[in-house]
């Protein structure tokens, strides 16, 4: 499969629960970025990872932990989470020093409850 | 920080109407900006960036510094074109996009 695969696409959990969302790139990009989209409000930059190493944390809650562990991987690790994060949260990639646009996944819709 | 603002959250046209999607960015540098679209049921797309200075599916927007505008223009609209639109700018740190909150254009028959 080609472009930018995020998994799952749904995903409905506690306020007490641990999971998380996966991200997978096959386009040999070097960053990678979490997005979250919420209703009516401008796509928030929550992440970014360049060649592995995060460069940007925008703020965010604890309770959101990414991970990366190689250049086509990411991972955005969710525990005791808030109403308030029931959002689309999008994956995209780029080639830093090369075409630089952001090519994006699907998404993920999370519901807290 | 940087900012983009998109001042209508949605624009209803006539199809073969010209249609002008608002973009003001907040940043003192030379910003790159992008327009990104998402059809109905697809995932968010690259429609054109300024430094191409290209038309992509009739459209085109030029970076305008005076007016830190960045106005996506499309002189006659079609059906197709009904989708949601984001600015986005980039400043000096290259990774990091910022995107405004989205302009629904509506294109009716």
């Known amino acids: 499969e080609t472009g930018v695969t995020q998994t799952p696409r749904h995903l409905v959990m506690g306020m007490t629960n641990k999971k998380s969302l996966k991200c997978e790139q096959h386009?040999?990009?070097?960053?990678m970025y979490w997005y979250k989209q919420s209703a009516k409000k401008p796509l928030e930059l929550m992440f970014v990872?360049?060649?592995?190493?995060?460069?940007e944390n925008n703020s965010v809650p604890s309770r959101f932990s990414p991970e990366c562990p190689n250049s086509s991987h990411l991972f955005l690790h969710l525990h005791t989470l808030q109403p308030e994060d029931s959002a689309l949260y999008l994956c995209?990639?780029?080639?830093?020093?090369?075409?630089?646009?952001?090519?994006f996944g699907s998404g993920t819709q999370l519901s807290v409850l | 920080a940087q900012r983009v603002t998109q001042p209508e959250k949605l624009l209803s046209v006539f199809k073969g109407a010209p249609v002008e999607l608002k973009c003001n960015y907040s940043?003192?540098?030379?910003?790159?900006l992008f327009w990104y679209v998402q059809y109905s049921r697809q995932r968010l797309q690259l429609l054109l960036r300024?430094?191409s200075r290209e038309s992509i599916k009739g459209f085109t927007a030029d970076l305008n510094k005076g007016e830190t505008s960045f106005h996506l223009k499309k002189p006659f609209a079609q059906e197709e074109d009904s989708a949601m639109y984001y600015c986005?700018?980039?400043?000096?740190?290259?990774?990091?996009?910022?995107f405004g909150s989205g302009t629904k254009l509506n294109v009716k028959p």
């Open positions: 995209a990639s780029s080639q830093t020093g090369g075409d630089e646009k952001l090519f």
């Open positions: 940043y003192s540098g030379s910003p790159e």
């Open positions: 386009l040999g990009h070097n960053a």
């Open positions: 986005a700018s980039r400043g000096r740190n290259f990774n990091k996009f910022y």
């Open positions: 300024h430094i």
């Open positions: 990872y360049s060649l592995e190493e995060r460069v």
